[in-house]
């Protein structure tokens, strides 16, 4: 599975599609429309994505965060809900105000997704009403350790790995590190820990 593209932006092409250029491989990505804004061509950008096999085809839909992407997968774990009705969902509403219309069980706003009625806005929040009580938290199950997390050290391990320390040096670097650090400010810590042995 591609769980994310580190890349240069190539191309948008609204309303949903980006061209992520990965060591001279451009991947298409459907994307959320807000996200898509997000982006500017020529500069860098890390898209969490979710790959998506059918009988149809691949298709790859990327995230600009890991709460996007959890919920995009719940969406699509709903029976007769696919990935593009997942991506019009994000698309219309952010993770927070999509998750609390779920848990208040508000039909209404539900149902102002693209392509979603009354009997589907009703099956979405009977199949995930109780996986979202908790609000935007609970979008993570019990058994994934902070998601967002594990990706900022996975990034900073790779970065580590590309200035030649090995795979042992960077897990004892990292170590310790303050939580809720994102990737750069794992780096220098790693790397002041490297530097003072």
Known sequence: MIAFLNG?????????????DVAGVGYAVAMPGGDLGKLAVGEEARVLTY??????????????????????????????????MALAALSTFSPAELADAIASQDIARVSHIPGVGKKTAERIILELKGTLEGGMASLFSQGEVEPARNLAVQGATEALLSMGFTS???????????????????LQYALKRLGSR
Request: no cysteine.
């Open 8 to 20: 240069t932006v190539a191309a948008v092409l609204p309303p949903q599609t980006a061209y992520i």
């Open 51 to 84: 790959l998506s096999v059918t009988e149809n085809g691949i298709a790859l839909f990327g995230f600009l965060s890991e709460e996007e992407r959890a919920l995009f997968e719940k969406l699509i774990g709903v029976s007769k809900v696919g990935p593009k």
């Open 168 to 186: 042992a040096e960077a897990e004892v670097a990292l170590k310790g590190a303050p939580e809720g650090a994102g990737e750069g400010a794992l």
